[in-house]
């Protein structure tokens, strides 16, 4: 069960974020703030208290705060984003990390070394992670060390297309695992319960579990109806502005 979720306004410069997808335009700044504010109130209603982190203008992506830290039952850690115009975002989580862990469990990834929290995907003890353009095996390495000093342990996922691991891969607890594109045969992920993504919903495999209720990114029926034939009882959100640079619902939060 998660207690805690931490969220961070969009920022005006949200415009400018990275995007590898052009042709979907740029996110309007005001649809934008209404639905992380919707984002929030579906995380409360799944009986989380949110914390909100103000704006910052000077980084583009920051809302998408998932990928500043990890965070795991008994330690937190601050990465090294691998995105040069993202490295300098960790600076301002680490104080609103020190009022969940203790300073001894607040670790760190370090040059050269990166590592982004988009491409961590938990389940119980075992921590995949991504190894994509933004995560490098040495950041993995130091990843995977800082874990198994909790006694957690670390499974590396080559990715070939996709941003982030979360991005194709999401675990909805039980043994379920939404899945799309490269990550349906994966051999790493044979023993769970798989559901595939068709390839025209692909975005929508970036779902949340939260507390047993599933988030659903709104205009996406065939997930919604996949995750709800499992038996979550659902909750959809808007999304469609972050979608425009490439974030999707897991990135605009930490949970624990
Ligand atoms: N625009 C989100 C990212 O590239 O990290």
Known sequence: MFQH????????????GITSAPELGKPDYQLALSQHAAYIEALKQCGVDVTVLPPDEAFPDSCFVEDVAVVTRKCAIVTNPGAPSRNGETAAIVP?????????HIHRITAPGTLEGGDVMMVGDTFY????????????????????????RCVTVPLEKVLHLKTGVNYLENGNLLVSGEFCDKECFAGYKKTEIPESEAYAANCIWV??????????????AAVQG????????????????DGGLSCLSLRF
Not at 5 to 16: G, R
Not at 96 to 104: D, I, N, Q, S, T
Not at 230 to 245: A, C, H, M, N, Q
Request: charged share 15%.
């Open 230 to 245: 499992l038996g979550y009882p659902t909750l959809t959100v808007d999304t469609s502005e972050f979608r425009k640079i």
């Open 5 to 16: 979720v931490i969220v961070k306004t969009p920022c005006s410069n949200v415009l400018l």
């Open 129 to 152: 992670v991504g190894a994509s353009a933004r995560t490098n095996a040495e950041g993995i390495r130091q990843f995977a060390e800082i874990l198994q000093g909790y006694g957690f």
């Open 211 to 224: 507390n047993g209720t599933v988030i659903v990114p709104k205009g996406y029926p065939a997930v919604l």
């Open 96 to 104: 609103v990390l020190e009022k969940f862990y203790p300073a001894e």
